[in-house]
């Protein structure tokens, strides 16, 4: 080795975990979001692995990259080992809409590789390469079929000479590289070890269910998200969707108490709960069904809309017809604003979507719509939507979170267990600033609705439970029900 | 066929630039420090040198200052090399062109046809 330290070899490039990103210039790889799981985008000039099991996408998520950049004008190489033909990579290709037939044979070109490995192994290969890359100075590279070079038993010295070499002349070179294996996992062999980035795709089942899942093992001179991110394969090509709980908070931390208050839209509330709900924050509408949640998150939306702050109401099971009708039961409006494009009503089947994906379309909505007030209705839908049940918590948490810093007031309902044993199991507490809960209570074999406030941040509020009606004219708060058991006052009807 | 000494302790370095200066028709010659790259010179006589700064057993200075004292292998262009110029005292020896790691073979191989055609 060397008399003095080095901090790099050659061509800039160091074995650990440099801290220097900041200086790299990134590749934006055109697909959505790719970049940001990445941490902005993929440094220039390096060598990658992506790695997956047949049909996980890697030679669609290569190539994706490379038609991006040749629609822009840049040259790229896709070099094959054995691998399926040229002719049907291009056909496979030509389902999705990045693909354009124009670029191949000019920005696109393919040249087959396989022979020279067969005839002279790895110097003829690297030679092979070497020359492609002089004669077509491409700024990406895509050797597909990868795996062929580990098959065609190579000694691990002379593997790790040869990727040694190839990370040596591509960032010589200037180009971006991608080798393609079909396997699976981070083991320490020298594919793995002499890159400067490593990605795998990957599919399972979950029940009848297919998930795609990326992640990357290593990102050399890049910050990028760690763990696994879902993401899909569509008409467009692949899109992936970073997992919310690495996004958020990163940048933002929610804005601190500005003794804002906002009204619930039930002005006989409003007067219990200390004049209304701090702005930006999480109110959690916890009851029994049918006690009246939805009906009083339709009140806050429509208080919003009235005063022209745009909303959004998000819901799993009612349809927006039906909450329409629902609301206008209760002398609500939400057709016309909806109309005006001043509300959006978001109605998503609690099946096969991801939960990313979602978040992304709610949190996209708010930012170009300036909403400032959000209605959840059944936040049972997202734990019912969540893959990995267990993550529920953490995704609510990053999604809350993220609301409060574009500085939305949000109203979530949330169904209580009809055991009272299974109500411990309640997460709420820890998600929200305020809780109010709704039930059915008896009195002379009548059901009458109450409220109470279990936790209210910031205000001072009158913790007896009050009456809540429900009439034509929609919801209001009553006297307390204490009062109304001492003087025997008929039960409204449910 | 013009012939290019390249003197490199990194082995991927000196392969990479023989592979890619053999593609655009030089002859290449490959040493790992300054002591091995003068028993080469006592074989043959390159028409160009490139060195690194940063070797084991004999460093780019050591051997450029060697180099220098032959009147023949002394009038042969030469092109030092290093990722940390600040530490080498590059005022002290004779060179026709510095390049600073990193750089990328476009630049190397515009040196090298600049200096052999000069």
Redesign the interface.
């Known amino acids: 080795?060397?008399?003095?330290n080095?901090?790099?070899?050659?061509?800039?490039?160091t074995d650990g975990s440099r801290q220097t990103f900041g200086r790299i210039q990134l590749m934006k790889t055109g697909i959505p979001g790719f970049d940001e799981i990445l941490g902005g985008g993929l440094p220039k000039?390096s060598l990658y692995l992506i790695q997956g099991l047949a049909g996980s996408g890697k030679t669609t998520l290569a190539c994706q990259m490379g038609f991006a950049h040749a629609k822009d004008g840049e040259k790229v190489l896709i070099l094959t080992l054995i691998a399926e033909s040229h002719a049907k990579m291009i056909n496979h290709f030509s389902n999705f809409s990045f693909y354009d037939e124009k670029l191949i044979g000019n920005e696109i070109v393919f040249h087959g590789a396989y022979s020279s490995l067969a005839r002279g192994g790895l110097r003829e290969l690297?030679?092979l390469i070497?020359?492609s890359l002089?004669e077509q100075k491409p700024s990406i590279l895509i050797v597909d079929g990868f795996r062929s070079i580990r098959n065609s038993s190579p000694s691990d010295l002379d593997l790790s000479?040869f990727m040694?070499?190839l990370?040596?002349?591509v960032?010589?070179?200037?180009c971006t590289t991608f080798l393609l294996s079909p396997v699976e996992g981070n083991v320490p062999d020298s594919e793995n070890t002499l890159v400067d980035g490593l990605i795998e795709l990957s599919q399972y089942e979950h029940g009848m269910r297919l998930v795609r899942e990326v992640k990357v093992f290593k990102m050399r001179g890049a910050d990028h998200l760690l763990g696994k991110h879902a993401f899909a394969v569509c008409p467009d090509g692949i899109v992936m969707y970073p997992r919310l709980e690495t996004t958020v908070g990163k940048t933002n931390a929610p804005p601190a108490a500005t003794g804002e208050y906002v009204s619930s839209g039930i002005l006989t509330l409003d007067r219990v709960i200390g004049g209304g709900i701090v702005k930006a924050s999480v109110t959690n509408l916890l009851g029994s069904p049918g006690v009246g949640k939805t009906s009083m998150g339709l009140h806050f939306i429509d208080e919003g809309l009235k005063k022209g702050e745009p909303g959004l109401i998000i819901g799993f099971y009612e349809s927006p017809q039906r909450l329409m009708e629902k609301a206008r039961r209760i002398s609500i409006d939400l057709a016309t604003p909806a109309a005006r494009g001043q509300l959006d009503i978001m109605w998503q089947l609690p099946l096969e979507v991801l939960l990313d994906e979602l978040a992304g379309r709610i949190l996209d909505t708010v930012r170009q719509r300036g909403v400032k007030r959000v209605f959840l209705d059944g936040v049972e839908g997202i734990r019912h939507i969540a893959m990995h049940p267990e993550r529920a918590p953490a995704f609510l948490v990053a999604l809350f979170n993220e609301l409060r810093v574009l500085d939305v007031t949000t109203f979530v309902t949330e169904q209580l267990p009809y055991k009272q044993s299974d109500r411990s199991n309640s997460s709420a507490s820890a998600l929200y600033e305020n809780i109010l809960l709704l039930e059915f209570v008896e009195h002379d074999d009548a059901h009458m609705r109450q409220i109470s406030v279990m936790k209210l941040r910031e205000n001072g509020y009158d913790n007896a439970n009050h009456l809540m009606i429900i009439s034509d004219q929609g919801v209001s708060v009553d006297g307390y029900i204490s009062d109304i058991k001492k003087n025997l006052r008929p039960a409204p009807e449910r | 066929m013009k012939l290019i000494l390249i003197v490199d302790d990194e082995i991927d370095i000196t392969e990479t630039f023989s592979l890619l200066f053999e593609v655009h028709g030089y002859e290449v010659l490959t040493a790992t420090n300054g002591r091995e790259a003068l028993a080469l010179l006592q074989k043959r006589v390159p028409d160009l040198i490139i060195s690194d700064c940063m070797m084991p057993v004999m460093d780019g200075i050591t051997f450029r200052k060697q180099v220098q004292q032959d009147p023949v292998l002394g009038e042969k262009p030469f092109v030092l090399m290093s990722a940390a110029p600040d530490q080498h005292d590059l005022a002290s020896v004779k060179i026709d062109r510095f390049l600073k790691k990193p750089f990328q073979f476009d630049e190397l191989i515009d040196t090298v046809q600049t200096l052999l055609h000069k």
Do not use: I, P, R, V
């Not at chain 1, 080795?1 to 003095?4: E, H, L, T, V, W």
């Open positions: 080795m060397a008399q003095d080095k901090s790099s070899d050659a061509f800039g490039k000039h690297l030679k070497t020359a002089s000479e040694h070499s990370n040596s002349l960032a010589s070179m200037g």
